[in-house]
């Protein structure tokens, strides 16, 4: 049972080329967070919502958004995308900001 | 901000009992300690998680002394499968400091 769903698994962009990458859970989980990992590293949080209130890490760049139309969905919007946004990325959900996080399969992006 | 530090990497053989301390001086007071496991090319995946003393769960333990400043995992007769890489992550329910450590990549040898 697919709980916390990435699309698409993988995907390819041109250098510049604005990408969207989405998530959905069927968790009813108030908090859902995208994290950024590159080859051999920790996950880097990016943002998180708690429900509609928008939390932005003081390190993310511009170039990241995101948007979370209502309690299922959340997209991670990539303006501009550089040679180093290549990465894993990776949505998580949980029910409190403090709880046991759910995460999803990741999708990762290739910038040509 | 509550940084964490973990060993890079550790070996162990299949049946033997792995300890994986990660540190963390800088935890605040209402800071939570959680422990994920993450395979190539999967998300983490939730292992325990606690605040203070000792937790135990189906598949492993969580240490913390009274200070909180580190905490270990301990993961009881380990197998192949158990081969991956392990997170400890620092975080309240304020959505701060939600800081995963550098990880520690766990070899389990035949």
């Known amino acids: 049972d697919a709980m916390v769903i990435q699309n698409p698994r993988y995907q390819v962009t041109q250098f510049g080329k604005p990408v969207t990458l989405s998530c959905s859970q069927t968790?009813?989980?108030?908090?859902m967070y995208w994290y950024q990992q590159k080859s051999s590293q920790a996950p880097k949080l990016l943002f998180h919502?708690?429900?509609?209130?928008?939390?932005n890490e003081a390190d993310t760049p511009d170039n990241f958004q995101s948007r979370r139309p209502n309690t299922s969905f959340c997209f991670l919007d990539i303006r501009s995308p550089g040679l180093g946004d290549a990465a894993m990325y990776l949505c998580?959900?949980?029910?409190?900001?403090?709880?046991?996080?759910?995460f999803g399969p990741g999708t990762r992006l290739t910038v040509l | 901000l509550a940084k964490t530090t973990q060993p890079i990497s550790m070996d162990s053989y299949e049946g033997q009992e792995v300890n994986i301390t990660c540190s963390h001086n800088?935890?605040?007071?209402?800071?939570?300690i959680t422990w994920y496991q993450q395979f190539p090319s999967q998300g983490p995946r939730f292992i325990i998680q606690?605040?203070?003393t000792k937790v135990t769960n189906e598949v492993a333990s969580l240490f913390i002394p009274a200070d909180r400043k580190s905490s270990t995992l301990s993961l009881p007769r380990v197998s192949l499968s158990d081969t991956a890489v392990y997170y400890c992550?620092?975080?309240?329910?304020?959505?701060?400091?939600?800081?995963f450590g550098g990880g520690t990549r766990l070899m389990v040898k035949p």
């Open positions: 998580a959900t949980s029910r409190d900001r403090g709880s046991q996080q759910f």
């Open positions: 968790l009813n989980h108030n908090v």
């Open positions: 919502y708690y429900d509609k209130d928008f939390n």
């Open positions: 800088n935890i605040a007071t209402n800071d939570y």
């Open positions: 606690g605040y203070k």
């Open positions: 992550l620092v975080g309240n329910n304020a959505g701060n400091m939600l800081t």
